[in-house]
């Protein structure tokens, strides 16, 4: 849901979203603007009180020049599970080499951009399934359903009723970084929220968790493009 306030002598717009996992204020920005998750029972006041404190941050992040998105051509270099490779267009049909990822579409960047995204959802369910499949046994947690995400500002998300959703565009992060979320998700199942009690059954299947957070973070821009 779309709120607005005043702040700084201007009106600054945000998203307010609920979330029954949370117990303090988040703040996220991105292409879409800002974004406030709430406690499910806080006041609508409580995100405002949240964005007058951080006003300096917001207001220079929300300001900050963004760079240009990349356009894909052949030669560009993307990542495919956390190695490079060269796009090649034109193929009769897509293929992935040891160094080249070749796409059946032309040399034009709306054109290379949907077969690539083509390419990974084909290749993420399977790939997808599959590690959960590993993780699911070693954790003893188990998901009713594990579905395919596009979305562009989270990578995973699991609802209370034990559907895990994870975004296709993950396909280009490095397999550890990719069980990093999976493990994350599957964590979900038994802690709806990101208690210390979380973060311990996190730690336990994926002891360095917090290098591959960081691994998302520093590439999230290039993936989520």
């Not at 307010?16 to 006041?43: F, M, N």
């Not at 917001?58 to 990542?79: C, D, F, V, Y």
């Not at 090649?88 to 293929?95: E, K, L, N």
């Not at 992060?173 to 210390?196: C, F, G, K, R, T």
């Amino acid at each position: 849901m779309r709120h607005s306030l005043e702040l700084d002598g201007q009106q600054l717009a945000y998203t307010l979203k609920r979330s029954a996992r949370r117990r303090s204020v988040g703040l996220r920005i991105a292409g879409d603007g800002l974004t406030i998750t709430l406690p499910a029972r806080a006041p609508l006041a409580e995100a405002e009180r949240v964005i007058r404190l951080k006003a300096d941050w917001i207001m220079r992040h929300l300001q900050a020049p963004k760079p240009p998105a990349a356009r894909l051509a052949a030669g560009s270099t993307i990542l495919w599970q956390g190695q490079p490779r060269t796009l090649q267009a034109g193929a009769s049909r897509a293929r992935l080499a040891a160094d080249t990822l070749a796409l059946a579409a032309p040399d034009e960047p709306e054109a290379l951009t949907l077969a690539l995204a083509r390419f990974c959802q084909r290749a993420a369910r399977p790939y997808f399934l599959q590690r959960v499949e590993v993780w699911q046994q070693r954790m003893n947690l188990h998901p009713r359903r594990v579905l395919l995400s596009s979305a562009r500002t989270r990578w995973g998300s699991c609802t209370a009723a034990g559907d895990v959703r994870l975004s296709w565009r993950l396909m280009q992060a490095p397999p550890e970084v990719i069980d990093y979320v999976i493990i994350h998700e599957l964590a979900h199942l038994a802690e709806m929220n990101h208690s210390p009690r979380f973060w311990a059954i996190v730690a336990a299947a994926c002891p360095n968790w917090k290098q591959q957070r960081e691994w998302l973070k520093q590439h999230a821009q290039a993936l989520l493009a």
